[in-house]
């Protein structure tokens, strides 16, 4: 196995930042070294004013989800070469029992997706289409066998991933007994399905009322109510996805404050952009940043709200929620009709650069940065100390980001499967180095020199978070 020395650098973790070099042993890192001190080894990598992260891990993303009429049109093998160029080490997707769909079933048809494709390390979430006997069982033996402790519900998408407060309430309480987390897409469903009816009816077909019908009331009022529900099932531990709006977060505050096992994540799209700039971009432009939950209004504090959430944590964690479609056949869906417009961002690969940018606008700090996109979201998802963090024992992921760097994103130069880029246009002052994934450098300098079928499925535990 080889011996790798990584020098000169500045090590950031959760707790700040170190210079020191690391010592990688074939996958594992074997031991930090005060600058100098390591021994000599064959092959180092020169990371002298650079900073040295653990590699990210994407708590959400959805490579290949049937969605609309169609799928996400990044493969395991695109969305994770993608996200290994933009020092991503790890995804979490989310496996999907459709609704009338045995919960194995659905899993092993993620497997069959991913086995053999990734460029990159992965984990499954597993979305329940319908809450039952049967699935509360399966819960059991995912979590104890299967490597999967976190169960995402939708309150949103009548007849679709829908789940009503009773299911939703049956499955926390099972959650509650097993250890495991759910996830839940916080909309009131039912009360937008009136809103989008209503919208059709008066002529209103831009892409711009799909964030108009999704007021950011029928957000909070969703994670209002999940968060009661997770409390009538003896606390279960309660992970909001997706949050985007200011009253939504008050919620999680409040719910927090009192101690509650909740939290949130919120995505890049809804630090950045806006209701009125993309989303009401004209004709039908704005449907490259149709996703659910909504952009939110610029005139409104959301942006600074949920970066004021990411300092006092919380929001714990930055996931994308990568659900990418390419404009030509699959946003066109929704030409003369914004309800039937895909949902959905791909952002996979500029998660880690994006975040940074908010360290250099002195939004966040570099190691709230690191545990943002790294080592919370291990934490969070029962990845840890395997994931998230550089430390001996742990596996080498490793990303050097070059704060001297520059990126700027195009769909001219973006490796994820989309033909067009939310972030047209984006200038990021940082760029990524090299990535190593379990000790293998596949990306450096810009050439990548990674392959499919060489990240491999990572079984997770229970949540760190939880007493
Ligand atoms: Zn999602």
Redesign the pocket.
């Known amino acids: 196995m080889s011996i790798k020395l990584i020098k000169g650098g500045t090590v950031v973790g959760p707790t700040g930042a170190i210079l020191a070099d690391v010592l990688i042993d074939g996958e594992t890192i074997a031991a930090l070294y005060a600058p100098g001190r390591a021994p000599e080894v064959e092959e180092t990598i020169d990371a002298s004013g650079k900073l040295v992260i653990p590699g990210a891990v994407d708590a ?1 993303t ?1 490579m290949e989800l049937p969605f609309g009429g169609t799928h996400a049109s990044d493969t395991f093998d695109t969305g994770t070469k993608a996200a290994a160029i933009g020092g991503t080490t790890t995804i979490i997707d ?1 496996a999907v029992q459709r609704t009338g769909e045995v919960i194995q079933d659905g899993l092993a048809a993620w497997h069959g997706k991913a086995e053999g494709n990734c460029h990159i390390d992965y984990a499954f979430h597993m979305i329940m289409g319908g809450v039952d006997d049967e699935s509360l069982k399966a819960m059991d033996h995912l979590v104890a066998s299967e490597g999967i402790s976190s169960f995402k519900l939708f309150m949103a998408y009548p007849g679709v991933f829908y789940s009503d407060d009773g299911q939703i309430l049956r499955a926390m309480q099972k959650a509650r007994d097993n250890g495991a987390m759910i996830m839940m897409h916080a909309e009131n469903g039912p009360a937008i399905d009136v809103l989008v009816r209503q919208a059709l009816e008066r002529g209103e077909t831009d892409p711009i009322h799909h964030g108009l019908t999704r007021p950011q009331e029928l957000e909070a009022e969703a994670t209002s109510r999940a968060i009661w529900l997770a409390s009538v099932a003896a606390d279960c531990p309660l992970y909001i ?2 949050l985007s709006a200011s009253k939504a977060l008050d919620q999680v505050k409040n719910a927090r404050d009192l101690g509650k096992n909740v939290f949130a994540e919120t995505c890049p799209q809804y630090l950045y952009l806006t209701l009125e700039d993309q989303l009401g971009a004209p004709g039908f432009e704005g449907a490259k940043w149709v996703c659910s939950t909504p952009l939110r209004s610029k005139h409104e504090t959301h942006r600074a709200d949920l970066w004021q959430g990411l300092r006092t944590n919380d929001l714990s964690v930055v996931s994308t ?1 990568h ?1 990418p479609f390419c404009f030509k056949d699959q946003k066109e869906l929704g030409l003369g009709d914004f309800s039937k417009i895909p949902n959905g961002i791909g952002s996979v690969e500029h998660r880690v650069d994006l975040l940074y940018q908010g360290v250099v606008d002195g939004k966040l700090s570099l190691s709230r940065w690191v545990e943002t996109i790294a080592t919370t979201p291990a934490r969070m998802f029962g990845l840890f100390p395997k994931k998230g963090i550089i430390a001996p024992g742990s596996d080498a992921d490793v990303v050097i980001y070059d704060p001297a760097g520059r990126t700027r994103i195009s769909a001219e130069t973006h490796h994820m499967n989309m033909d067009h880029s939310a972030w047209e246009g984006w200038e990021i002052d940082g760029r990524v180095d090299t990535v190593l994934s379990r000790g293998e450098v596949i990306a450096s300098g810009g050439e990548y020199l990674g392959r499919a079928g060489r990240g491999q499925y990572v079984k997770r535990g229970l949540s760190d978070y939880l007493i």
Request: aromatic share 14%.
């Open positions: 959400h959805h989310f996805v997706h929620d659900c």
